[in-house]
């Protein structure tokens, strides 16, 4: 198994203004995935990021809004740009046992974002 | 594309009661199914999964599940639930390449 860190655990932001999450994974994983959890919602992928390469985003989330950093094996970050009150949410990333099999994740504990 | 659909939000019930939560996917091709649990607290974990072979998996603290191909079914059960098995419980579909999950059934076990 994986253990899977996050900065910050919970954050206060104004609109308009940008936040950087971080995400460290206590082993080197190809793959790495950014989760936005409404209130109320289930969790839906934002993008995947893969070391070396330019993350790929899933339909209805853009570069531009939420940019994405995957300078090595074990590190990643999710920057929420621009933001609104939407964007209000628990952000997670994740990690693949691809050992295991496709679908099989770790998660971390979560961002918790309120935009006022 | 792959959906999810869990049929309870909220399941109240008393210890010792039996547990039966719902799921049905929609997804034209070969599937990995999977249950996943966030108690109290804590961060998402897996509960149990569905690669291949016996339909009837079991996972851990008691759970399984049952993958009905022809009705698209996935769903979970225990006999016997106890006051710790409070918990948000997701399940999720993974085709390709990509995890999608239901919206998830909240349970709260009354002692």
């Known amino acids: 198994s994986a253990v899977i860190s996050q900065k910050p655990s919970r954050d206060i932001c104004q609109r308009g203004t940008s936040l950087t999450i971080q995400c460290q994974v206590d082993?080197?994983?190809?793959?790495m995935f950014w989760y936005r959890q409404q209130p109320g919602q289930s969790l839906t992928l934002i993008a995947t990021?893969?070391?070396?390469?330019?993350?790929?985003?899933e339909s209805g989330f853009v570069i531009d809004k939420f940019p994405i950093s995957r300078p090595n094996l074990t590190f990643s970050t999710l920057t929420v740009s621009n933001m609104s009150p939407e964007d209000s949410s628990i952000y997670l990333c994740?990690?693949?046992?691809?050992?295991?099999?496709?679908?099989?994740?770790?998660f971390g504990p979560g961002t918790r974002l309120t935009v006022t | 594309a792959q959906s999810v659909s869990q049929h309870n939000h909220h399941v109240i019930l008393s210890e010792a009661a039996s547990l039966e939560l719902g799921c049905n996917y929609s997804?034209?091709?070969?599937?990995?199914l999977f249950w996943y649990v966030q108690y109290p607290g804590q961060h998402l974990q897996l509960l149990l999964k569905?690669?291949?072979?016996?339909?009837l998996v079991k996972g851990i603290k008691g759970f399984e599940a049952e993958f009905i191909k022809s009705k698209f079914s996935f769903n979970l059960r225990k006999p016997s639930v106890q006051w710790s098995d409070t918990a948000e419980y997701f399940c999720?579909?993974?085709?390709?390449?990509?995890?999608?999950f239901g919206k998830g059934t909240m349970l709260l076990v009354s002692p």
């Open positions: 994740s990690v693949e046992d691809v050992r295991a099999g496709v679908g099989e994740q770790y």
């Open positions: 082993s080197q994983v190809t793959m």
């Open positions: 990021a893969n070391q070396g390469s330019e993350a790929t985003y």
């Open positions: 997804y034209g091709g070969t599937v990995n």
């Open positions: 569905y690669f291949s072979g016996d339909p």
């Open positions: 999720a579909v993974s085709g390709y390449s990509t995890l999608t």
